[in-house]
């Protein structure tokens, strides 16, 4: 999952070296944390957040595919 997510956002940014994902075990469901470069924080998030929550969308059906579950937290 973790590769899936460093998929979707490298072809969002202009800095791909810049993302840092972390991956945690919380209870039974796993949290995806996403870094990136300050200078592409606002492509990651998009107008009024529209492009973070597509992102989680995605991942989120990615996941039931796989029989978890999973949150995506995006850190500034």
Do not use: C, F
């Not at 597509?54 to 995006?74: D, F, G, P, S």
């Amino acid at each position: 999952m973790k590769e899936m997510l460093e998929l979707l956002v490298k072809n969002l940014v202009d800095n791909p070296n810049g993302i840092e994902i972390s991956e945690k075990e919380d209870g039974k469901t796993t949290v995806l944390e996403l870094k990136v470069d300050p200078a592409d924080m606002g492509k990651v998030i998009g107008r009024q957040g529209k492009i973070a929550k597509a992102i989680r969308t995605l991942m989120k059906a990615y996941a039931v595919k796989e029989n978890k579950k999973l949150n995506v937290e995006i850190i500034g």
